[in-house]
């Protein structure tokens, strides 16, 4: 795009000398914003406000920047941007901005920018956010406005920021997997679109990954001085409100749900059943606390809704709320789980004079105080514009080697007064120097619109009550912090028009809001916390060396199948401080039983719950809502994730039994579990019993991507100790060891035609166990005269199972035969199409018709080869007896032993003579 530069001798405003109280080490650039009334979708709310459409974002704002003398510049009208409409008018030029990050060296900025407007009354033509980058940020130079290339198009794009790596970070409400068909992503409120969470572009080749599938929005991100990505997400897991509203009072929401078979644009569509004790398709999280036919008696109801900080690595690893704090280091209130269980204990700290705050919005790191954060704590309520009272979380950063500190360490503490004596807060903003900026507004009450209607009712006189100005904060009665001087003199009203679209609306002498301040600064790129994760734990380690793998295998093998593996050592452990769930916890068995070797980690005495699976969910656009008509044929655009039980058909985890929980891992005795998942996908998970009851719920929605390792010592991560204060388990995740065993093939023989087979052979198989020996296994070719191809020597193992490879031999059809010492070779029944790099499966035990010619015979309770050719010539003879006799009562490794038990007696003629007259049959 060409950049369109202006002298910067025009559009500059002189601005009253700054009181000396609020002089700025450094230029602040920031954005103007006409003001609108709060509602769902709107610019100033504190979730789902990524709309660019002129409902959601009046236009007329711009882009400016502060410098320390009280210069001030306004960056897009300097660059041509903006409406040029008469008297106020916003037509196809207007703009509106938001959100500017400042580079790493300080001489550019990205920011996000909405252009265009109705021109006329009923033009409804949406308008996205996109991403641009002005340049010359100084005092003396022409600033210059570009878009940046690559980004998704027709989807609004906000929040971007600089990684420290050449790549944006920002989040979009382009669905996940950029289906179109799938926009918009609605969140788990009240169905609202929403984004989908934070992306990374690398602006020069397009590749654009996400980084986190968020099903109700991410928010503010920034890199601290760590390396972290750090951000505000609103976490709202739990059933659909539209259906628990039309539930409770049917035909008053007017919004009615249905569910979609799959991900997939021409899927099945069904109605959901209303009728009490019908869950629809939902069955995770448990009902929310109305619906009363749903949930037991003994269990209160989920509605998770709280904005929590998160971490993670730019690459989008290590995702975890920031060092693991938690609802029982910083929310006032949350209920227990069951309420049978005088063990479980509800948290409620009102009334107590601790600190808490209820929501973390807009978080920045102090620059003067590395590991302190600033952030609004605000009512998720629309009439407010996510603006309430300041906060701040100290030691809550790294340690020595990049080790988060311990969140039972951090402390948080009030900056402003939570009375909102003094008014509200937006965007606070620590500076270099330690001053503190903010949007403030006197105003505290709900917001509302404050103007008039014409009496023909065509045209709206709008003004709204908050008015947000940059200001300093100064200290006041301690340790409370309050808005003091201006950073600008008045910027000039404006008059105000446009289409909203079915009515004019007007504001006369209105003064834009002021929001969003970055302050323009170099900063060190940090290196502390790496953009790629470090090593994995011993214990994790071990656990993949015992299966015979090393972890950059494991690694590639995920990547190269877009998934990822979690891993937990020991999950009847959990964090002391989280009594609000079950504790008292053991490992049984699929049959319910408690064996004495079986982990339990018992807290206090009373219940003891058995816990034996894990069960997975994973976040699918499925729920859909009906359009005009309520017609399910012609529903609304989009749909919104509600979790099923895993079944991604890549995560290909040990088979489970159909008695057992729907996408489900078993937890062996040790405690330890492990599982393979779908990558850059919202999952979540339960410990559930033997009869599928859920024990112990995740209340978070996590994302990880591909090649991924995430391990975690316990269920509940500890951050001083267990139930019993405890350290954290350390023993080696047996269920990693065994899980990795399932796919080993797979990686080991990734290059070659590989295949596992599965046989018996009748003298070595005792009903229980083969005797260990050695056999030959053949490709042959698939046509006439039936070449052998290729062949490998392996060693039988106790279960008659193996992995082979076959080095020198092509993708292609085969037969497969397997070719024993004093056995009848044995060939597949039929020809496999065997490919490079994935592992096939030939199974001679499955049916006498396995074999070619059914030459197999039923021995100790298995389908197996004959044994009893012991010279080898493919026929069970005369010949073979003449050897036989010859070697009769002798030991040692002979021919004639038939069921390896070192001599030759009367057990292996009882073998041999049951096979007798029996040849090798084949094509």
């Keep these: 795009m060409k950049k369109i530069i202006f002298s910067t001798s025009l559009f500059l405003i002189s601005l009253l000398s700054l009181n000396s109280k609020a002089a700025l080490p450094n230029p602040i650039i920031f954005v103007t914003q006409v003001p609108m009334a709060g509602g769902h979708n709107a610019i100033g709310d504190p979730f789902a406000n990524h709309l660019g459409d002129i409902q959601n974002v009046r236009r007329g704002g711009d882009l400016y920047i502060l410098y320390p003398d009280g210069t001030l510049k306004n960056l897009t009208q300097l660059c041509g941007f903006g409406s040029t409409g008469a008297n106020g008018f916003q037509d196809q ?27 006329s009354l009923h033009d409804n033509t949406h308008y996205y956010w996109q991403i641009y980058e002005v340049t010359n940020l100084g005092q003396n130079q022409s600033p210059s406005i570009r878009k940046i290339n690559n980004q998704p198009l027709n989807y609004n794009n906000v929040s971007p920021i600089y990684g420290t790596n050449g790549r944006i970070i920002f989040a979009t409400d382009m669905p996940r997997g950029g289906a179109p068909y799938l926009y918009p ?90 009728t009490p004790g019908n869950p629809g398709i939902e069955s995770f999280p448990e009902p929310q606390g109305n619906r009363t036919d749903l949930l037991p008696g003994n269990l209160n109801g989920q509605e998770f809704n709280i904005f929590f900080p998160w971490n993670m690595n730019e690459n989008g690893t290590s995702m975890e709320t920031i060092n693991h704090i938690g609802r029982h280091e910083m929310s006032p209130f949350f209920t227990k789980n069951f309420t049978d269980d005088p063990n479980l204990l509800s948290i ?39 603006a309430g009272y300041i906060f701040k979380m100290s030691n809550a950063g790294l340690g ?110 209105v003064r834009l809001w002021e929001l969003d301040p970055c302050e323009v600064v170099s900063r060190t790129v940090p290196t502390t916390n790496p953009i790629n994760p470090g090593s994995l ?58 064996q004495n070797n079986y982990a339990q980690t018992i807290g206090a005495s009373g219940k003891v719950y058995d816990i034996s699976h894990l069960q997975i969910f994973q976040a699918d656009q499925v729920r859909g809502y009906m359009g005009p008509n309520n017609d399910i044929n012609n529903p609304l655009p989009g749909r ?68 991924e390792i995430v391990t975690c010592n316990s269920c509940h991560g500890l951050n001083t100790g267990d139930q019993l204060n405890h350290p954290k388990p350390t023993n080696v995740p047996a269920a990693l060891t065994s899980l990795l065993n399932t796919i080993k093939p797979s990686i080991v023989f990734a290059n070659q035609v590989s295949l596992k087979v599965i046989f018996s052979i009748q003298g ?109 010539d493919g026929i069970i003879n005369g010949n073979d007896f003449t050897v036989f006799s010859s070697q009769f009562a002798q030991t040692g490794y002979l021919n004639s032993d038939l069921n390896n038990d070192g001599i030759v007696n009367g057990n292996d003629f009882t073998v041999f003579s049951t096979g007798f007259g029996h040849q090798s049959l084949h094509p």
């Design 93 to 119: 030029n207007s703009i509106a901005v938001r959100e500017p990050s400042v580079s790493w060296d300080g001489t550019k900025a990205l920011f996000s920018m909405v252009k265009g407007a109705p021109t």
């Design 185 to 274: 992503q609605y969140d788990e409120y009240h169905g609202q679109p929403t984004n989908t969470g934070l992306w990374s572009l690398d602006e020069i080749s397009g590749d654009l990954i996400q980084l986190d599938h968020s099903p109700s929005g991410d928010f503010s991100p920034f890199i601290d001085s760590y390396g972290r990505v750090i951000f505000s997400r609103w976490d709202h897991l739990r059933r659909d409100g539209n259906v628990d509203d039309e539930f409770a009072h049917p035909g008053v929401n007017k919004i009615y749900p249905f569910n979609f078979a799959d991900e997939t644009q021409n899927a099945l569509r069904t109605q959901i059943d209303y």
């Design 348 to 386: 409620n700290r009102f009334g107590t004079g601790g600190t808490f705050v209820s929501n973390t919005l807009q978080p920045r790191e102090d620059p003067s105080s590395q590991g302190t954060y600033f952030a609004i704590d605000a009512a998720t309520s629309l009439n407010y514009h996510g």
């Design 400 to 509: 020595a080697g990049g080790t988060p500190l311990n969140a039972d360490n951090t402390t948080l503490s009030f900056v402003t007064r939570t009375t909102f004596t003094f008014g509200r807060y937006k965007n606070v903003l620590p500076l270099v120097n330690g001053t503190l900026v903010a949007a403030h507004s006197d105003t505290t009450s709900i917001e509302a619109e404050i103007g008039t209607v014409s009496a023909t009712r065509d045209t709206i006189y709008s003004k709204c009550k908050y008015s947000f100005r940059l200001k300093t904060l100064i200290a006041e009665t301690a340790p409370y912090y309050r808005a003091n001087t201006l950073l600008t003199s008045s910027i000039p009203t404006k008059n105000i028009k446009f289409y909203n679209p079915d009515t004019l609306v007007v504001m006369n002498a």
């Design 537 to 594: 734990p011993a214990q994790e380690t071990t656990a993949i060396t015992n299966a015979g793998l090393t972890v950059t295998q494991v690694k590639n093998y995920l990547t190269q199948n877009n998934l990822s593996l979690i891993v937990s050592r020991n999950v009847t452990t959990r964090d002391g401080h989280d009594k609000q769930q079950p504790f008292n916890l053991r490992v049984v068995d699929t049959n319910g039983t408690y």
């Design 640 to 707: 919104r994730p509600i979790p099923l039980p895993l079944h991604d058909p890549s995560a290909k985890n040990p088979n489970i039994n159909p008695n057992e929980p729907k996408g489900s891992v078993r937890i062996f005795s040790d405690g330890s579990l492990a599982a393979f998942v779908p990558s850059r996908r919202a999952l979540s998970w339960q410990m559930t019993d033997t009869s599928k009851t859920a024990i112990v719920r995740e209340r978070f929605w996590l994302t990880f991507q591909p090649g």
């Design 764 to 872: 070595l198989w005792n009903g229980t166990n083969l005797s260990s020996d050695t056999v030959r296994v053949y490709l042959r070719s698939s046509s006439a005269p039936y070449n052998k191809i290729d062949s490998v020597v392996k060693v039988v193992n106790s279960q008659g199972n193996d992995s082979v490879s076959f080095a020198n031999a092509p993708a292609g059809t085969y037969y497969v035969s397997i070719k024993h010492r004093n056995s009848l070779e044995t060939w597949s029944a039929a020809t496999q199409s065997l490919p490079i790099g994935s592992y096939s499966v030939i199974d001679l035990t499955t049916g006498q018709n396995s074999a070619y010619g059914n030459n197999l015979i039923f021995s100790n309770g298995q389908w197996c080869m004959y044994s009893g050719d012991i010279d080898g």
